[in-house]
């Protein structure tokens, strides 16, 4: 199945949206994106309204006492280690790139803890750029299950991701395998019945369809 499958099939179910993450600008999808390691965005949301209203720009969360980052972002859980990340990265900003978030992945990159995930949300949603695919859990799962990578590493599958699908639709397959992931596809009990995948998937034909 190609990526411009996954996508007309899933484009039925799915409205056209962008990334859910709240945001005004490159800055705070950048945050935003960090904060959303193994947590929802919905708490994000709930999170980035206080965080960017005491601290609304790379200059003052660089200065910012990891203490009150902390206590901000604690309920997206791994809070040490993410507030660490963002005095690090704000502190990089303001130093390396005048105050602005960079918009080339070589320069995103360079920013303490941002990987290709997080580096192609910013670009793809925060500038309108479009160097690859972002891979988190549910697309590494959901790339293996349907049978588009049969890698384990995010780097390779989103080679393969990028192989079989028109770079214009690049941002919108990884949206579309999130919102599939967290509603049908997900990890224990994928609603394969309701999966509009499913004549093509490669777990429905060899786990359901094979079945007794």
Not at 179 to 196: D, E, F, M, N, V
């Amino acid at each position: 199945m190609s990526g411009r499958e996954v996508i007309e099939k899933l484009d039925r179910i799915y409205p056209a949206i962008k990334t859910p993450l709240i945001h005004e600008n490159s800055y705070q999808l950048l945050v935003a994106t960090v904060l959303s390691a193994q947590c929802t965005d919905a708490q994000v949301n709930r999170v980035t309204g206080p965080l960017f209203k005491k601290f609304p720009t790379p200059e003052s969360m660089s200065k910012a006492r990891i203490s009150s980052l902390e206590s901000l972002v604690k309920s997206t859980g791994f809070y040490h280690v993410k507030s660490k990340r963002l005095k690090l990265i704000s502190g990089k900003i303001v130093k390396e790139f005048g105050g602005k978030v960079p918009n080339t992945m070589e320069r995103l990159l360079t920013l303490p803890g941002v990987g290709r995930k997080t580096a192609n949300i910013v670009l793809s949603a925060g500038f309108d750029s479009i160097e690859g695919i972002a891979v988190d859990t549910h697309v590494k799962r959901l790339s293996k299950r349907i049978g588009l990578s049969p890698h384990t590493d995010p780097e390779k599958i989103e080679s393969d991701l990028m192989k079989i699908t028109p770079r214009e639709m690049w941002p919108r397959l990884s949206l579309l395998l999130i919102l599939h992931g967290r509603q049908i596809c997900q990890a224990r009990s994928p609603k394969c019945t309701q999966c509009p995948l499913s004549s093509k998937c490669l777990f429905y034909r060899r786990t359901i369809k094979s079945a007794p």
